[in-house]
């Protein structure tokens, strides 16, 4: 019985920490730009990006390249299904079955706010890796590494914490 409830509760508390997480992109800005703030994201499969229009009128779509402005060749691309004055929401869940280590972009498809050939207004979203086992996140090689992570990279090391603690929750159960 005592090693059924050990069990039990370990499973339990592992699955507290498995869960997917939102991060978050504003559209549009404070002063009324033409921005997806931050322009680079990173999300886990299994997680949603949220867009919050701040400013203007603006649609969020899938594309092949940050500067393709057009849409994805993808059967399931995903698309804000119009354009959209503020304040408005709009979730992207990333793929359970994503691959991980991609990219892939999305831009405003109002007029003039995304130039073919030079961006404008238009994002990057990392889809990224199982942590491996020292507790940092595998991610796709990019120029620069400013994207803003979400909580489910942030917190492996919260994880790996969360694992050591529920081992000793479980070995307490079992002497109890």
């Known amino acids: 019985m005592k090693t059924s409830f050990a069990a039990i509760f370990f499973v339990a508390s592992l699955a507290s920490f498995a ?23 990173m999300a886990m499969p299994g997680d949603n990006v949220v867009f919050t229009w701040v400013s203007g009128k603006h649609s969020v779509i899938e594309t092949d390249s940050l500067v393709a402005c057009a849409k994805s ?37 109002v007029p003039g706010h995304c130039t073919p050939g030079t961006g404008g207004m238009a994002g990057t979203l990392l889809i990224g890796g199982a942590a491996p086992a020292n507790g940092t996140a595998n991610m796709p090689p990019t120029p620069s590494d400013g994207a803003a992570k979400s909580s489910a990279v942030r917190n492996y090391q919260s994880i790996a914490a969360g694992v050591v603690l529920s081992s000793m929750c479980m070995a307490a159960a079992y002497v109890l």
Do not use: R
């Open 73 to 109: 060749a993808k059967p399931n691309a995903a698309s804000s299904d119009g354009a959209f004055l503020a304040p408005k929401t709009w979730s992207w869940p990333v793929p359970k079955d994503a691959t991980p280590n991609t990219k892939t972009w999305f831009y405003c498809g």
């Open 19 to 41: 869960q997917a997480a939102d991060v978050m992109v504003n559209v549009g800005n404070a002063k009324g730009e033409n921005v997806f703030e931050p322009a680079k994201v």
